[in-house]
């Protein structure tokens, strides 16, 4: 069974444009969860999707939003990007309680 | 909201050598799980283990849910177990993991 993926692997932006990251789950999960990675915050998160509904949300600004397909495939975007979103960005899906990660989107913003 | 520490923050081994990670959390959980970081920044699944003790080789983990601590178990270190350790817990709030600072490991050949 295939792993969860994540899409684009790597991302240069500069500050105020925006940004969309994929996350495909592993077959037959329906949640999703984003996580923002940084050297001084740690493993921070960022929301939970179920069956195309936000169940929980992280303590982050506006301009974080995601959202969740049919599929489960999952989108999250960043808007008007800051220095400070440069991050490792990890997406997880989950089968009865445990998460299983991506390889992550490293997002540069210069 | 809940609390997660690690310990050691940073741990060197000579290969061959065991090691004993803690990970302490202050409040009742639902879930915990630890992960390998590996170097390309992938978190690598080890144990869910919300409670009791799971083996998996080299590497076993108890969880005292009781007490509020889980402590994971390296034994006869390669230098393929360098990275970072994270634990994980969920509280109140499905698909929610708070982790921990980690536990950089460094094994030397």
């Known amino acids: 069974k295939a792993g969860v993926t994540q899409t684009p692997r790597y991302l240069i932006k500069t500050r105020g444009q925006q940004v969309t990251l994929s996350c495909s789950p592993i077959?037959?999960?329906?949640?999703v969860s984003w996580y923002q990675q940084t050297p001084g915050q740690g493993l921070q998160f960022l929301f939970e999707y179920f069956s195309e509904t936000q169940r929980n949300k992280g303590n982050f600004p506006g301009r974080f939003s995601g959202r969740q397909f049919s599929n489960s495939r999952s989108e999250m975007n960043v808007s008007t990007l800051e220095l400070g979103d440069s991050a490792l960005y990890l997406c997880?899906?989950?089968?009865?309680?445990?998460?299983?990660f991506g390889p992550g989107t490293r997002l540069t913003v210069l | 909201g809940i609390q997660v520490e690690q310990s050691p923050p940073d741990l060197i081994l000579q290969g061959g050598a065991n090691s004993t990670l803690r990970c302490n959390f202050s409040d009742s959980v639902n879930n915990l799980q630890w992960f390998h970081q590996n170097p390309w920044g992938q978190l690598i699944n080890l144990f869910y283990i919300p409670s009791g003790t799971k083996q998996n080789g080299r590497l076993s983990a108890t969880t005292v849910a009781t007490e509020r601590y889980s402590l994971l178990y390296i034994s006869s270190s390669q230098t393929t177990d360098s990275g970072v350790y994270f634990c994980?817990?969920?509280?109140?709030?499905?698909?929610?993991?708070?982790f921990g600072k980690g536990t950089k490991l460094s094994v030397k050949p």
């Open positions: 997880a899906s989950t089968r009865q309680g445990e998460q299983f």
């Open positions: 994980a817990v969920e509280g109140g709030s499905q698909g929610n993991l708070i």
């Open positions: 077959s037959g999960h329906r949640s």
